[in-house]
């Protein structure tokens, strides 16, 4: 099974080159009509296979890709970030009897009918209240709609997307032509976008400053939190519309803008990541001067100054995410609770446990930095409790601070 091994190597290494990871989506779907329009986001850079033990040799593959789904819609929540999986054709067969491999030609173009699943790890936030709300596991379906046709067909030819991306990534500057030339191989658009955004929250920035501003700029966007108004002036506004006119005069031209932001993106990627000097120099307080405490040191000595990415890869899904004047916040919480217990005997009260609870949480700010990345500014961890101990709100803390994955 070598060479299936080497394959995987293959993908692990997808977009990286010497100490840089190129952050890379794709749009799959742009559709619906004004006021009910929807953007689907291929995080293409995590891609992952899923198959399980007892199907290897099968001759299918489950492969996983992260796609994320904007919605307009003020009756629809702010987004839904799910993880599809796809039964794909195993690349390679095993000839029990020779006990050899050979790579199997058949492979998913778009337009097939693809069959898949959401798999755990699916959430979407809910646009009341701004909170994450789990998405239930489906069972295997089959399908022949536009969108998951195009996602299974980036799953299931992840080795021709990794070789096409690497192709067309060339110092600063990208191939867009030969990507879609690439791709196109496949059934994909040829015009497919390529943009440097990659986070659930990044999409939801993305579709509602490049595409959708002019509702934004109007007060028209859905906001039942109020979290997204920022009070503009007169001019302000013209100003927005004339950058919303000029951006829609790029795209009919040829999507420049958005070819425009991948190349920053890359340009960035290339940079070296180092924290901000000045964090250094503060370090073990917060910015305002305050001290921090010793779960906050140690946290701020992991993430302090990096990628938000790199948060939601190693903590997981946030319990919920908030944004206020760019500003974002990532929180993690934990609890526990004991109902008070009280035992009556014939003289009177004999014994019993007391209740009590416990809760903690740590909330991540990110800001964009000078590059315009979302990088980790500060940490808070925060801890109340009532009729319980010092151990309840340390393994509440512990929780609300460890990594979930």
Known sequence: MKKRALFSLVLLGALVTPGKLYALSVIVQYQGAPDDREIYFADVRTMVNRTSPDMVGSGIEIREIPVTVVYENAKKPEFAHMQLQFKCPDRFVLDKEKRALSENKGSVHAGDAVTFRIASGSYLLRRSDLKTEPMPETDWKTSSVPMLTKAGTLACNHIEIDQALHAAIKNDSFDFAGFGK????????????????????????????????????????????????????????????????????????????????????????????????????????????????????????????????????????????????????????????????????????????????????????????????????????????????????????????????
Not at 192 to 220: C, H, N, Q, R
Not at 297 to 307: D, Q, T
Not at 317 to 336: E, I, K
């Open 182 to 405: 690439r791709i196109a191989k496949l059934g994909l658009p040829a015009d497919m976008a390529v943009i440097g955004e990659t986070l659930p929250s990044e999409y939801l920035d993305f579709a509602w400053e490049t595409l959708w501003w002019d509702k934004v700029a109007d007060g028209k966007r859905p906001d039942p939190t109020g979290r997204w108004s920022t009070p503009v002036s007169e001019a302000d506004k013209q100003a927005a519309m004339a950058r919303l006119k000029q951006k829609q005069q790029e795209l009919e031209a040829g999507t420049a803008s958005l070819q425009a932001s991948l190349l920053q993106s890359i340009k960035n990627n290339k940079a070296d990541m180092k924290a901000d000097p000045e964090s250094a120099q503060s370090a073990g307080k917060h910015p305002d001067g305050s001290k921090m405490n010793k779960r906050e040191k140690k946290l701020m000595a992991v993430f302090g100054g990096r990628p938000e990415q790199e948060v939601v890869d190693t903590m997981g899904t946030p319990d919920d995410f908030n944004q206020s004047n760019g500003t974002r916040f990532l929180r993690y919480s934990a609890w526990w609770e004991q109902q008070g217990v009280t035992v009556y005997g014939a003289q009177g009260v004999i014994g019993g446990d007391a209740g009590g609870y416990a809760e903690c949480f740590s909330e991540f700010r990110i800001r964009r930095d000078a590059s315009g990345d979302w990088r980790v500014d500060d940490i808070i961890v925060r801890a109340d409790y009532g009729g319980s101990g010092s151990r309840e709100i340390r393994l509440v803390c512990d929780d609300a601070t460890k990594p979930r994955r």
